[in-house]
T-cell receptor, first 114, second 113 residues
């Protein structure tokens, strides 16, 4: 079955540091890939997505590139802010069929200190 | 637009009690989902409804039932709550068709004593 593996956390960084969160996946076919973010006390919200190989998703300074050859979708940001402190989830969804079940990684908590 | 709404926000139950978690979306989406979130486990799919009138089991359906009341509403019922069902429950919706974005509600925090 489909699966998503995220690097172990938590991660603590100083403001303006570079961020990389690794994500690899196993899936049949060609899934869509997502990064969702969960701020404290809130639900999940979409951060960015990519639907085919070599696509780059970007939002709020975050980027991730769909790498089919390495089955990866690593999240990066050049300079993190305190407001980026949250839990980040990598996820995939089958691109065909009548439903779009998301398969999530376990999530990683990011804390950014001033 | 309210997006996806969930009620209640927080609930405490005793073992064996029953309750229904409510979810509604105003985006005219076809598909709706229920997840539970537990520490270190990510989100796991309980049940989903690909379209009005259909429901299917997800990864962890035991102890739960669902009803797709109409296109807007999708409820989750715990018939006899157990401490293992202490969790945060999220409802989500999507347009349907495969690979599209899901939109999440704010969650219901449930404590079963």
């Amino acid at each position: 079955g489909d699966s998503v593996t995220q690097m172990e956390g938590p991660v603590t960084l100083s403001e303006e540091a570079f961020l990389t969160i690794n994500c690899t996946y196993t899936a049949t076919g060609y899934p869509s890939l997502f990064w969702y973010v969960q701020y404290p006390g809130e639900g999940l919200q979409l951060l960015l997505k990519a639907t085919k190989a070599d696509d780059k998703g970007s939002n709020k300074g975050f980027e991730a590139t769909y790498r089919k050859e390495t089955t990866s979708f690593h999240l990066e940001k050049g300079s993190v802010q305190v407001s980026d402190s949250a839990v980040y989830f990598c996820a995939l969804s089958a691109r065909t069929g009548a439903n779009s079940k998301l398969t999530f990684g376990k999530g990683i908590t990011l804390s950014v200190r001033p | 637009n309210a997006g996806v709404t969930q009620t209640p926000k927080f609930q405490v139950l005793k073992t064996g009690q029953s309750m229904t978690l409510q979810c509604a979306q105003d985006m005219n989406h076809n598909s709706m989902y229920w997840y539970r979130q537990d520490p270190g486990m990510g989100l796991r799919l309980i049940y989903y409804s690909a379209s009005e009138g259909t429901t299917d089991k997800g990864e962890v359906p035991n102890g739960y039932n669902v009803s797709r009341l109409n296109k807007r509403e999708f409820s989750l019922r715990l018939e006899s709550a157990a401490p293992s069902q202490t969790s945060v429950y999220f409802c989500a919706s999507s347009q349907g068709g495969g690979g599209e974005t899901q939109y999440f509600g704010p969650g219901t925090r449930l404590l079963v004593l």
